[in-house]
C-alpha cells in the first residue's frame, strides 16, 4: 500500500525475512482471501442464511465445497513483474469518481495511436513512429516520456535514433504482465480476400 510500484515476491522476501517460496505461497493465500474464498467453519450459522449461487453477489455466498464466499472492496494483482493492491473491478466508477473528483488525466486520441504504435513495434524509433502515423510525433513522445508511459531503449545501431519502448509503468495502467499479453492485432487487419477493395478505397 505504501510503495509507488508493483513489489516483486524478491523484495518482499527481503523485507519479511522470508523465503521467496514462503512469500509466493503467502500471496496466493492473500489473493484468494481477497477475492472472498476462506473455508466456513462447520459450526457457522453462515451456511443458513448465506445463498449457493456462487455466481451471486451477496454478502456472503456458499460453494460446493463449504467455502464462503465474501470479495472484499480490493484486491492482489500479479502484474508487471510485482504484486499490488487495487480497488476491485466492481468498484472502479465509485472510487474514481472519489479520487478524481473530475480531474482529468486521459491522453488525446494522437498520444494513444502513437503509444499503441510504440507499444506493438518497440523498441522504435520517432522517425518509425511519424513515418507509420503520417504525422510528426515529437511532442506527443515527450508527453508520453513525461507521463512514464514509453523509456529510451538505446539507439539504433545504423541510423543513432533514439530507439523507445513501454515501462513497467504501461504494463501497470494496462493490468497486464508483458507486453507479449497485448490483443492480437491480426482478428483487426483486413483478410485477403477483401485486400484489393482495400487498397481502391485507399487512392481514391
Not at 460453494?63 to 500479479?78: I, K, Q, V, Y
Amino acid at each position: 500500500m505504501v510503495i509507488d510500484q508493483p513489489a516483486t515476491a524478491v523484495e518482499l522476501a527481503a523485507g519479511l525475512n522470508l523465503t521467496v517460496d514462503a512469500v509466493e505461497q503467502l500471496l496466493a493465500e492473500l489473493q484468494r482471501e481477497y477475492n472472498g474464498y476462506t473455508v466456513n467453519a462447520p459450526d457457522s450459522d453462515v451456511a443458513d442464511t448465506a445463498c449457493t449461487n456462487t455466481a451471486c453477489k451477496n454478502s456472503a455466498c456458499i460453494d460446493a465445497a463449504g467455502n464462503t464466499s465474501r470479495p472484499r472492496g480490493f484486491e492482489l494483482r500479479n502484474i508487471a513483474g510485482g504484486w499490488r493492491i487495487y480497488s476491485r473491478t466492481d468498484f472502479a466508477d465509485v472510487v474514481g469518481g472519489f479520487v478524481l473528483e473530475g480531474q482529468t488525466a486521459r491522453l488525446t486520441q494522437a498520444a494513444l495511436e502513437t503509444l499503441a504504435v510504440i507499444a506493438y513495434r518497440q523498441p522504435v524509433s520517432r522517425a518509425r513512429v511519424s513515418a507509420i502515423r503520417g504525422v510528426n510525433v515529437d511532442s506527443v513522445v515527450r508527453t508520453l516520456m513525461q507521463r512514464g508511459l514509453i523509456e529510451d531503449s538505446g539507439t539504433d545501431p545504423e541510423s543513432g535514433a533514439i530507439l523507445y519502448r513501454t515501462t513497467s509503468y504501461f504494463l501497470e495502467r494496462m493490468g497486464i504482465g508483458s507486453v507479449a499479453e497485448l490483443p492480437q492485432l491480426s482478428p483487426h487487419l483486413p483478410g485477403l480476400e477483401g485486400i484489393e477493395e482495400f487498397y481502391d478505397a485507399g487512392r481514391m
